[in-house]
C-alpha cells in the first residue's frame, strides 16, 4: 500500500476533532438541533485551517442514519461513504476545474434528482472563487430556487473574488488561523501516536512555519518524519526546509537597531547562501 499522509490520516471526523474554529463548529452543530439547516454554506478563511474538513463532517451529520445529528456517528454506510469519497449524495466539485458555465448547467440539469441514499444531496464546491462570471451566474439561479433537499457548500480562501449576489445567498463562516498552542498540541498528540521523536521546541518550529495552517504543520511533520528515524530536533527542521533560525532572525534585527549596515550584509549574505 502507498504511503497515506499525516494530514489524511489525521483529517478530523466529526466537529469535535476540529481545532480552532470551535465557535463555527458549535453553530452548526446548535444549528442542527434546531433543525434550521440552510440550503447554502460559505466556508472562507485561510488554508489548510479545515473548511473542507468541516464541509465533510456536515455532509455526514445530515445524512447520518441517526440524524441530522450534530454528532454523526462514522460508523453506518452514509457516514463511511463520505469518509471514504465515494457517497452519491455528497458531490465535491473542484472550482479550479470546472470554471466553465457549462459545468454548472450540467449541475442545475441533475440536482433535481432526489438523492439516491441518504436525505440531502450535498455539494461542495471547493475553490468556489475559480468559476467564471457566467458560471457564478448560472449558480446564483440554482441558489435563488434550490430543491428542498439540495445542500450547497462553497468553499474559498478568496471570499473577495465571489459575487455579492452569491455570497448574500449564503450563510457565511470565517475561519481564522489556528492559534500557535492549538497546532503545537495536536502536533505532539501525532507524533506521540505515529511514534516520532521530536522534541518540544521542534514542534513549536514547525507550528510556527505553519503560519496557521494545520494541515501545513502536519504535512511539515510528515515530511521531517522521513528524514530522520532518531529524535528530531530544530536544527533538523531547518535544514530540511531552509529555514532560517531564530538566533539569525534576532541577530539581523539586533544589527538594524544599531543603525549597524555591515552587520545586516553579512547576515543578509549568509542567508542568500544558506
Known amino acids: 500500500m502507498s504511503h497515506i499522509s ?83 449524495d455528497v458531490i465535491e466539485i473542484d472550482g479550479a476545474s470546472h470554471t466553465q458555465v457549462d459545468h454548472i448547467r450540467d449541475l442545475k440539469e441533475k440536482i433535481i434528482l432526489v438523492p439516491a441514499e441518504g436525505r440531502y444531496k450535498i455539494y461542495i464546491i471547493d475553490e468556489v472563487h475559480m468559476l467564471s462570471t457566467s458560471a457564478f451566474n448560472a449558480l446564483l439561479k440554482t441558489l435563488e430556487e434550490p430543491p428542498p ?47 516520532f521523536v521530536i522534541d518540544d521546541r521542534a514542534l513549536r518550529h514547525i507550528a510556527r512555519l505553519a503560519d496557521g495552517s494545520v494541515r501545513d504543520a502536519e504535512s511539515v511533520l510528515d515530511q521531517v518524519s522521513a528524514y530522520k528515524d532518531e529524535g528530531i530536533t530544530t536544527e533538523d527542521i531547518l535544514t530540511i526546509l531552509g529555514a532560517p533560525a531564530d538566533e539569525t532572525l534576532f541577530a539581523l534585527v539586533d544589527a538594524l537597531l544599531r543603525r549597524d549596515p555591515v552587520a545586516v550584509l553579512r547576515i543578509a549574505s549568509a542567508l542568500i547562501d544558506e
Open 6 to 88: 499525516v494530514y489524511r490520516r489525521w483529517r478530523p471526523q466529526t466537529f469535535d476533532e476540529v481545532i480552532g474554529q470551535q465557535r463555527i463548529t458549535r453553530t452548526l452543530q446548535n444549528a442542527i438541533r434546531a433543525g434550521r439547516i440552510t440550503h447554502a454554506y460559505l466556508f472562507a478563511g485561510w488554508r489548510g485551517t479545515g473548511k473542507t474538513t468541516v464541509a465533510r463532517i456536515l455532509a455526514k451529520a445530515l445524512n447520518c442514519v441517526h440524524g441530522p445529528t450534530p454528532e454523526p456517528c462514522n460508523a453506518c454506510p452514509a457516514c463511511q461513504a463520505v469518509t471514504r469519497g465515494n457517497s452519491l
Open 149 to 195: 433537499h439540495a445542500v450547497f457548500v462553497l468553499v474559498t480562501t478568496e471570499p473577495h473574488k465571489i459575487p455579492a449576489t452569491v455570497a448574500s445567498r449564503c450563510q457565511r463562516f470565517d475561519f481564522r488561523r489556528v492559534p500557535l498552542a492549538e497546532i503545537t498540541s495536536r502536533l505532539s498528540r501525532i507524533a506521540a501516536a505515529e511514534g
